[in-house]
T-cell receptor, first 109, second 115 residues
Framework: TQLLEQSPQFLSIQEGENLTVYCNSS?????LQWYRQEPGEGPVLLVT?????EVKKLKRLTFQFGDARKDSSLHITAAQPGDTGLYLC?????????FGAGTTVTVRA | NAGVMQNPRHLVRRRGQEARLRCSPMKGHSHVYWYRQLPEEGLKFMVY????????ESGMPKERFSAEFPKEGPSILRIQQVVRGDSAAYFC?????????????FGPGTRLTVL
């Protein structure tokens, strides 16, 4: 079983602050995805990273895949209340995705 | 709405009853996956199906659980004789292909509560 650990488990910040969420594993993955899940809904894909050392930017969100393809981070700049949600990382080598338990982010207005 | 559809969104069953969860993949997708999310835990892979075939059911409990994806109609996850431990959110995802860059799109889930 490939385990993905996310930290922190909970994060509460003020609007306008920055935050970083981490995803670590002892296993190597061919790809790593970040999803955001709203209460009562399914996960929605934010980004897929496939190359070690890759950095992708999506507006205020920056995603990084570790050089060894075992870890990743998600950085949000100037967080807004709309960024509130459960952030999940998932590693894949084929069709079977292994998910972390998630980081619950709350951005206070 | 061309997204993955699941129904029902909420399902309440008493212990010993059967639960049937349905999933219609995105248009053009022939690969369907089922995941289970328990409180405070990440999503866990259960089964991967293509039309009329179960490809990988390694994550599915050996007893009481079954899945199908018929030639016509939605994919069905069936849980017989439900127990309280089956209470969870069950998510279906679909993809166009199965390469590691093929995105899996998730449905809104079915929340199963076993009384």
């Amino acid at each position: 079983t490939q385990l993905l650990e996310q930290s922190p488990q909970f994060l509460s910040i003020q609007e306008g602050e920055n935050l970083t969420v981490y995803c670590n594993s002892s296993s190597v993955f061919s790809s790593l995805q970040w999803y955001r899940q709203e209460p009562g809904e399914g996960p929605v894909l934010l980004v897929t990273v496939v190359t070690g050392g890759e950095v992708k930017k999506l507006k205020r969100l920056t995603f990084q895949f570790g050089d060894a393809r075992k870890d990743s981070s998600l950085h949000i700049t100037a967080a807004q209340p709309g960024d509130t949600g459960l952030y999940l990382c998932a590693g894949g080598n084929d069709y079977k995705l292994s998910f972390g338990a998630g980081t619950t982010v709350t951005v206070r207005a | 709405n061309a997204g993955v559809m699941q129904n029902p969104r909420h399902l309440v069953r008493r212990r010993g009853q059967e639960a049937r969860l349905r999933c219609s993949p995105m248009k053009g997708h022939s690969h369907v996956y089922w995941y289970r999310q328990l409180p405070e835990e990440g999503l866990k892979f259960m089964v991967y199906l293509q039309k009329e075939n179960i490809i990988d059911e390694s994550g599915m409990p050996k007893e009481r659980f079954s899945a199908e994806f018929p030639k016509e109609g939605p994919s069905i996850l069936r849980i017989q004789q439900v127990v309280r431990g089956d209470s969870a959110a069950y998510f279906c995802a679909s993809s166009h292909g199965t390469g590691f860059t093929d995105t899996q799109y998730f449905g809104p889930g079915t929340r199963l509560t076993v009384l």
